[in-house]
T-cell receptor, first 113, second 115 residues
Framework: EDKVVQSPLSLVVHEGDTVTLNCSYE??????LLWYKQEKKAPTFLFML????IEKKSGRLSSILDKKELFSILNITATQTGDSAVYLC?????????????FGKGTKLTVNP | ETGVTQTPRHLVMGMTNKKSLKCEQH?????MYWYKQSAKKPLELMFV???????ENNSVPSRFSPECPNSSHLFLHLHTLQPEDSALYLC??????????????FGSGTRLTVV
């Protein structure tokens, strides 16, 4: 059964800290790993990773995938209160026309001023 | 707005009621999904309509019934629900190519409470 495990489940930091969120997975026929940020309701897309060792970067956020060890990390530097959210990791198996994603439980990040 | 619109935003229903959730996407995507998000659980896939193929998770009870009249609209019909069905129901869409897709765009969800 496909599985995605995120750690930690929750994290409280102060503004300016750097955080690393972890995502490990077991999935048959891996195709892609995605990170989403969920603040209130709609998760919003952050990154899609398909190749090992290539860092994706967007402002203070960056992510990298290790397909050999089956994990990904999401880094946030110089955190701000607006980074407070649940960060979701999802893995997309390679399957015909049915593009299902398997999600982890998420990491709830709280950034205090 | 993300391009995926869900209505209603909130719904309270009794166990004997029948209601429907609606999702509409304006992104030209060809795949749409229903996910259930319960407290302290991962997002659970309920149904997929992709490239005109319907795929469902066999663990979804028959009191949930999806309908996808075209590639832009998706419904989830609800009847005789249980209190444990209370959750956030998220609709998503993506552009599926048969060999993969490019990530979902989610709607804001419907917060359902069954009393």
């Amino acid at each position: 059964e496909d599985k995605v495990v995120q750690s930690p489940l929750s994290l409280v930091v102060h503004e300016g800290d750097t955080v690393t969120l972890n995502c490990s997975y077991e999935v048959t026929n891996f195709r892609s790993l995605l990170w989403y940020k969920q603040e209130k309701k709609a998760p919003t897309f952050l990154f899609m990773l398909t190749s090992s060792g290539i860092e994706k970067k967007s402002g203070r956020l960056s992510s990298i995938l290790d397909k050999k060890e089956l994990f990904s990390i999401l880094n946030i530097t110089a955190t701000q209160t607006g980074d407070s959210a649940v960060y979701l990791c999802a893995v997309g198996p390679r399957q015909g026309g049915s593009e299902k994603l398997v999600f982890g439980k998420g990491t709830k990040l709280t950034v205090n001023p | 707005e993300t391009g995926v619109t869900q209505t209603p935003r909130h719904l309270v229903m009794g166990m004997t009621n029948k209601k429907s959730l609606k999702c509409e996407q304006h992104l030209g995507h060809n795949a749409m999904y229903w996910y259930k998000q319960s407290a302290k659980k991962p997002l659970e896939l309920m149904f997929v309509y992709s490239l005109e193929e319907r795929v469902e998770n066999n663990s979804v009870p028959s009191r949930f019934s999806p309908e996808c009249p075209n590639s832009s609209h998706l419904f989830l019909h609800l009847h005789t629900l249980q209190p444990e069905d209370s959750a956030l129901y998220l609709c998503a869409s993506s552009q599926a190519t048969g060999g993969g897709h490019y990530g979902y765009t989610f709607g804001s969800g419907t917060r359902l409470t069954v009393v």
